[in-house]
Structures are given as C-alpha cells and as structure tokens.
C-alpha cells in the first residue's frame, strides 16, 4: 500500500499546476481526438481514492472505466504481477505454454454461466474479445450476419466500431463500417415514446415486436450467426436488459439456430451484484465476452464460449502475439480469486442499495435528474433538462457537473446514447473495494 488517506483531500485548486503542466504536454503530444474526462493527471491510486501529481486525493467513482472492480492497487494483484514479472514476461501463447496462460482459460472455464465443456480464448482487449467472438460465431454456423442493438459499444476496431452505435462521438469520418450488421432497437424503456402511459410489459412487447419484425424486415434469421447483447448497456447508459427480452431472445436463438454472444466486458466480474451479469437472466449465453475487470487493472479479455463452438475456427485462425501474457494472466487469476474470496458480488449489492438509494433521494430533490437506473453497483443518472420533457441535458450542462465533481474531488465520466445525457456514476469497482 503506497499510502492510507481514505478521503478527499485537496490541496491545490483542480487541476493543480502539476496536472495543468502534464495535461499540456500530453495535449502537445497526443492526437486531438484521444479525448479525456478530466484536466487531472493522476500519480498513484489504491482502493478507491487517486492521488494526483499535486497531491489532492481524489474519490474515483469511474474505476478507471469499469476496469476496478478490485479497487486500485489490490496487494494480491500487485504481488503476483511482481512475482511473474521475475519469471517471465513474455513468450507468446502462439510459440509456447505457460502456467498463468493455462490456469486462467481452466478458471474461466469453470466460472462462466455456461453449462456443458467450455473453451476460452484469451485476448488483449475488449474489442479483440468481440472480434474473436464475431469470427467464431461465423466459423461455427458458416452464416455472416450480425445483430447488434441501439446504444450497444463493442469497441474501437472496425468491426467492433461498426457493431458500435452512437455515431456521432464514435464513427464520425471513420466508415466505410463492415457489413452484414443489422441493428435493433434496444429496450430503452426511460425514453420509449408514450412511456408514460404504458406498462414495463407493454414496452417490452413493443421492443420485441421490432425485433421480430427486423427478422423480416432486415434479415432472415437462417442468415444470422449470432445476436450480440450486453446484459446491461454500459456506455449506452447503464441500462439493463428486461429478463423477458433476454429470454426471449435466447429462445429465438434457439429456434434458428442462432448463437447469442453476451459482451459482459464492462458489466461482469461482479458490479451488477453477480459474478456475471447474465446469472441475473436465468438463461445462458453461448459466447461471453469478458475484459476490464477481469484483469484488475491489467490490459487483458477472454472470449468464453461452449466448447464445439469455441474449437470451430481453423488451426492458427485465432490469437496474437500477446494473448495469455503471462504478468496479464496472473493478475487476472489475482483479481478473480480477490472478488471469490472477498464476495464482491455481494459488496457490489450492498454498496449498490445503498448509492441507489441517495440517488433516488437526490432524484427526489433536483429536477434535473431524470432517470436513475442500473443493477448491483452499476449505477448512472440520466440527466434531462427537465423530468415531464425528457429532454436530454444540453452537453455543455452535463459537461459542467462533471467537471463540478471532478473541481471537487470526485472523477466520474458521463455516458449515453444521447451524447449529452448521462453523466455516469459507476459505482463499480472501487467503490465495491473502498
Ligand atoms: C461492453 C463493451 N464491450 C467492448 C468494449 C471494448 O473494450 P476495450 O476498450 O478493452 O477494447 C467496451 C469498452 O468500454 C465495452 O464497454
């Protein structure tokens, strides 16, 4: 542990000179479009507080992105990076075996909600996870279509960007995007038309009508290898999937043969209150996506999947030259075993209910909040110009109570279909470890 302060300190006015001194140089050496949520520059962190380069200690609600859910600098992550790092760095999983690489594919195999023998794939990234699960999907049913939803975000490689929705912030001057995507309208119910007057059942019928109707409209489902679906939309806006369109899709999926690929690459390793999101469902996914967490801080992904599926690519179709690094991989085994032994999913519950419950009371207070919604510790607001309109926050209003937080020692980011509406409060990660 580098240090022990457990609460906001700030000594400088934020950003400090340090952070503006570092920011400039960083401004004057990255590209424009590498955007950031703060002006801050950070120097250590552990549990859930940072500390910048002036000193200021910070409350970081944004887990670096979802990737904390074992708070920052656990010992246990950090003894096993030390510990592997004097063994062996790098060998490459497409030249040799190793220990940590084996261990985390058998525990991932063991964990995942997927019933039957499992198969994991270990990636570098999230966007690599879902290109390895895209890829296989199509190698296993020899079918090129792809379903993805409204505000899904999949990552930032081309295929990936294309299953990607929001335009605007992420697509923008990038296309042309790969084909054979079709996409659906996600059960967004906060913003259906006439929500008001409807039941959740009713909007849920709705969505789903479009989904079949996109089956006839769009694509014919004999044609489709595999609907992709985050359980609860993260940079979407922390929106969970109603249990009945999850079910429902599972049992289309199963109709036409179909794999249906769960990216839990920001909402699983224990924030939603579950090891996996999809335990919230009660029906299994073919393929899961896994990274952020996973690796506890370490850039690291998994593709999960049954195991006839999983083997269906050709021998050398799959991997890179990092994947299964061993450092990476026995972090990830040291976080994974961090959120069993300390029962995180129960933490993310308990401090869950809790952060619910001030935003709900906060919801009460200022009208500007709309919507506050999320499963476990996965939490956001949606802020709206006002409740009866809906209308979402002007961007530059929503950047502003950002920035308020940040000036005052809180880090969060916003998220959102709607580029300016949702200022985003992830209570994940290390706030499940503080
Ligand atoms: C649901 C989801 N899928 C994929 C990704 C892409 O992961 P990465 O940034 O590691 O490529 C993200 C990243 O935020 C994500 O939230």
């Not at 030390?82 to 058998?106: D, F, K, M, N, Y």
């Amino acid at each position: 542990m580098t240090h022990t302060r457990k609460h906001i300190q700030l000594k400088t006015e934020l950003p400090g000179p340090g952070s503006r001194a570092l920011v400039a140089r960083r401004d004057a050496s990255m590209p424009a479009g590498f955007a950031k949520s703060t002006p801050l520059a950070i120097k250590r962190a552990h549990g859930a507080m940072v500390e910048d380069v002036d000193g200021n200690m910070l409350l970081d609600f944004t887990g670096g992105i979802g990737v904390l859910n074992v708070g920052h600098t656990p010992t246990e992550v950090v003894e096993a990076i030390r510990a592997q790092a004097g063994e062996l760095i790098h060998i490459s999983g497409l030249v040799a075996t190793t220990e940590p690489h084996v261990r985390l594919a058998e525990k991932l195999c063991a964990i995942a909600p997927i019933p039957g023998p499992k198969k994991a794939m270990i990636n570098n990234s999230g966007a690599e996870a879902v290109e390895t699960a895209i890829a296989t999907a199509r190698a296993a049913t020899g079918r090129q279509a792809i379903i993805a939803f409204e505000g899904a975000y999949h990552g930032r490689t081309l295929l990936t960007q294309s299953l990607t929705s929001k335009y605007a912030l992420f697509k923008k001057n990038f296309g042309p995007f790969a084909p054979e995507i079709y996409r659906v309208p996600y059960p967004y119910l906060y913003r259906m038309v006439a929500a008001d007057t409807l039941t959740d059942e009713q909007k849920v019928e709705l969505v789903w009508e479009s989904f079949e109707r996109a089956l006839v409209a769009h694509v014919m489902p004999e044609a489709v290898a595999a609907v992709i679906v985050e359980p609860v939309q993260g940079e979407g806006g922390f929106i969970p999937m109603p249990v009945e369109f999850m079910r429902r899709l599972r049992a289309t999926c199963d109709r036409y043969g179909i794999l249906l690929i769960a990216d839990e690459i920001q909402c699983g390793m224990a924030r939603t209150g579950k090891m996996f999101a999809m335990e919230h469902f009660g029906v299994s996914p073919d393929i899961i996506t896994l990274a952020k967490s996973m690796g506890g801080g370490m850039p690291i992904a998994a593709t999960v999947g049954r195991a006839e599926v999983m083997d269906k690519p050709h021998l050398g179709g799959l991997g890179g030259t990092y994947s299964g690094n061993p450092i990476a991989c026995a972090a990830s085994l040291a976080a994974i075993q961090l959120i069993e032994d300390q029962d995180l999913p129960a933490r993310a519950r308990h401090v869950g209910g809790i952060a619910c419950d001030r935003l709900k009371d906060m919801q009460s207070r200022i009208d500007i909040i709309g919507d506050v919604r999320g499963l476990g510790a996965m939490l956001a607001i949606e802020l709206v110009d006002d409740r009866a309109s809906k209308k979402p926050l002007a961007v530059e209003r929503t950047l502003s109570v950002v920035n308020y937080a940040a000036r005052n020692g809180v880090l969060m980011i916003r998220c959102g279909l709607y580029q300016m509406a949702c200022a985003s409060c992830s209570r994940s990660s290390s706030a499940i470890a503080s």
